[in-house]
């Protein structure tokens, strides 16, 4: 038997036996899977260990349970993974996806359900072809780690024939569910003090954790940023991250960075820190939130906001820093509201501060977080930014308080673990 044909056997469910799916997403393989049945290219884009793996296998898994797709008809590589090396280039993918067409000879749609896409030269050309091919019925999924580089290869040959989705790591409700804990302040405060990756729950202590959190930033440095652009300070790289992690919820410039480094001795400029930190950003490690004049409808340029992808990257490698809950509580919901999918900003209003503005197709919301709403005077200052909205879009003040307090003004307030009600 042809070695590749051996691998495709190896690796591939056509027995109908799926390896362990892990914590079933539902909200992502609904959201695919109602997208499917078109010749557009879904691809799904997230930081490594964000859980893209198993929400393929959990979609194969569905496809087969639940639509009756033959386990034949799906071609699944996972282009990390070591014996799959010799595909170097579109050639060789095409290659492959021929041999398996021929031994296997699947009867009705085929999909494809490729891994890490991103490791093979140019496979934006077979992908093309397939998608496109009138003669192949294909339907083809995709994950990668860089998102930048995705887009920017399918924008191009594909002229906005595909579909994208963000995968991030569990948010509460997949927290409780894995952990068997009701939604409730107690595993809220669990929650933000761990993080949302998904094999962060397998582990037994803090140290291994730590170890398992420190290698995942190693890996993406090293693999999605390094080595793709040809960076000459990986240690400067590294410590911006660091800054930006301990400095997630502060405006941030360029020049604020720029400056705290030279102030520690370190050489460099804004040109080279300008670009770390939007490989940062196209690595998926990091966020930005650009601000955004409420009254003049428009981007202000100079600062913005820098929101981490995962808390745990503070919480077991950077938490020697004065970073409160609040903080924590902030970066929390700017997640939760790209998770819901909504473009999120940071809004002014006359030198004032709306802590989230967030769009989603014609609804837009406007959210304040606040640890606690300890006294008046808290109070005061978090509901006061509302007050000089003249429009009637909605308004919420989040905290960590046990108790809801009535609305004010047409301002909810809501409890941090339930704002999944409201979003």
């Known amino acids: 038997m042809d070695k590749r044909l051996e691998l495709l056997e190896k690796y591939n469910f056509w027995d109908g036996q799926f390896p362990d799916l892990g914590l079933i997403r539902n909200e992502y393989i609904d959201k695919i899977a109602n997208a499917m049945d078109n010749k557009l290219i879904k691809v799904l884009v997230g930081q490594r260990r964000s859980g893209k793996s198993f929400i393929m296998r959990q979609l194969m898994n569905h496809l087969v349970t639940e639509k009756r797709i033959s386990p034949k008809q799906l071609f699944y590589v996972n282009f990390e993974f070591a014996p799959f090396g010799f595909i170097k280039n579109a050639e060789d993918l095409y290659d492959l996806y021929t041999l398996y067409k021929a031994e296997k000879q699947p009867t009705g749609k085929i999909y494809l359900f490729l891994d890490e896409i991103q490791n093979v030269s140019e496979w934006e050309k077979t992908v093309n072809s397939l998608s496109q091919d009138y003669t192949e019925d294909c339907e083809i999924i995709l994950t990668g780690s860089n998102s930048k580089m995705l887009s920017s290869q399918l924008s191009t040959l594909l002229s906005g024939r595909y579909i994208e989705f963000s995968i991030y790591p ?165 997640l939760d509201l790209k998770i819901a999918g909504y473009e999120v900003y940071v809004g002014v209003i006359k030198e004032k501060e709306v802590d989230f503005v967030a769009t989603k197709a014609d609804r837009i919301i406007y959210l304040q977080a606040s640890y606690l709403l300890a006294d008046e005077t808290t109070i005061e200052r978090e509901y006061a930014p509302f007050d000089l909205l003249t429009d009637h879009y909605e308004k919420y003040v989040v905290t960590l308080d046990e108790i809801t307090l009535p609305s004010k003004n047409g301002v909810r307030h809501i409890q941090a673990w339930n704002i999944y009600n409201f979003i």
Do not use: W
């Not at 800054?243 to 960075?257: D, E, Q, R």
């Not at 004049?293 to 981007?299: A, D, F, L, V």
């Open 170 to 334: 569990f948010h509460i409700g997949e927290y409780a569910l894995i952990q068997e804990k009701e939604i409730n302040k107690d595993t809220y405060m669990d929650f933000l003090k761990s993080g949302g990756f998904p094999e962060l729950f397998h582990l037994d202590n803090f140290e291994t954790k730590r170890n398992y959190v420190s290698s995942i930033k190693d890996t993406v440095l090293l693999r999605d940023i390094i080595q793709r652009n040809n960076i000459k300070d990986a240690r400067l790289l590294e410590d911006i991250f660091g800054y930006l992690v301990n400095n997630a919820s502060n405006l941030i410039s360029i020049n604020n960075v720029v400056n705290f480094f030279k102030s520690k001795g370190r050489k460099t400029n804004y040109e080279t820190v300008s670009n770390y930190i939007l490989y940062l950003e196209e690595a998926n490690l990091l966020h930005r939130a650009d601000r955004y004049n409420i009254r003049g409808k428009e981007i202000i340029s100079g600062t913005c906001k820098y929101y981490v992808n995962d808390l745990a990257f503070h919480n077991y490698l950077y938490n020697g820093y004065g970073y409160g809950t609040g903080y924590l509580l902030e970066n929390r919901i700017y």
